[in-house]
Structure formats: structure tokens, C-alpha cells
């Protein structure tokens, strides 16, 4: 499974970005997917996870409110709506995917910064 992000950029704060994740390869093999990001000197960490069907979604208290995630299967995408963005969350995103089998697969990234 190959994961590429695109989206990210420079953007006041107050504004919106969407990012884009497209899977290739054995996608029938994806099951959770979800979006982390990584600021400079801090850890990575879950901004948000979509199930297989995009059923169910969870959030990180930070951007519950202001980011949607979701999926099209048919396309093999997910996507990370990011609305109302803040200083703090400057960040390289990650899209990852869970293989069936448990593995974890990881995209380069793509950098996200807000300006004040």
C-alpha cells in the first residue's frame, strides 16, 4: 500500500485547508485509516481516524469542531477538512492506514502552517 498526501500549505489563521490522501496498491487490504501530525520538538500524535465503511469517526479534543475526516472508497481517498485553523496546529500530517493484517502504513507528509 503506497499513501500520498497533497493539501497542505500556508494559511492564516481563521482559514481552511484540505488535505488529501490517495492509497494505491492493496487498498481492498486497508481497513481503519486515519490523519497524525507531528509539530517541530513534539511527538506525533492522532488528529483524527475514519473506519473502513467511514462509519465511525473519532477526533482529537483540539480539533473536534473545526476538522472532518472522511472517505471515498470508490476513489481510494480520505480526506482532512480543516476549518478555523489555528497557529497551533502548524504541523507536517501524516495519513496512515491500517492493513487487515495490523500493519501500519505511512505517507511522506505534507506541511501545514498557520500564520497569526
Known amino acids: 500500500v503506497q499513501l500520498v498526501e497533497s493539501g497542505g500549505g500556508l494559511v492564516q489563521a481563521g482559514g481552511s485547508l484540505r488535505l488529501s490522501c490517495a492509497a494505491s496498491?492493496?487498498?481492498?487490504?486497508?481497513?481503519?485509516m486515519g490523519w497524525y501530525r507531528q509539530a517541530p520538538g513534539k511527538q506525533r500524535e492522532l488528529v483524527a481516524g475514519?473506519?473502513?465503511?467511514?462509519?465511525?469517526?473519532n477526533y482529537a479534543d483540539s480539533v473536534k469542531g473545526r476538522f472532518t475526516i472522511s472517505r471515498d472508497n470508490a476513489k481510494n481517498t480520505m480526506y482532512l477538512q480543516m476549518n478555523s485553523l489555528k497557529p497551533e496546529d502548524t504541523a507536517v500530517y501524516y495519513c496512515?492506514?491500517?492493513?487487515?493484517?495490523?500493519?501500519?502504513?505511512w505517507g511522506q507528509g505534507t506541511q501545514v502552517t498557520v500564520s497569526s
Open positions: 496512515n492506514a491500517i492493513h487487515i493484517a495490523g500493519v501500519d502504513y
Open positions: 475514519i473506519t473502513s465503511g467511514g462509519g465511525i469517526t
Open positions: 496498491g492493496s487498498t481492498f487490504s486497508i481497513n481503519a
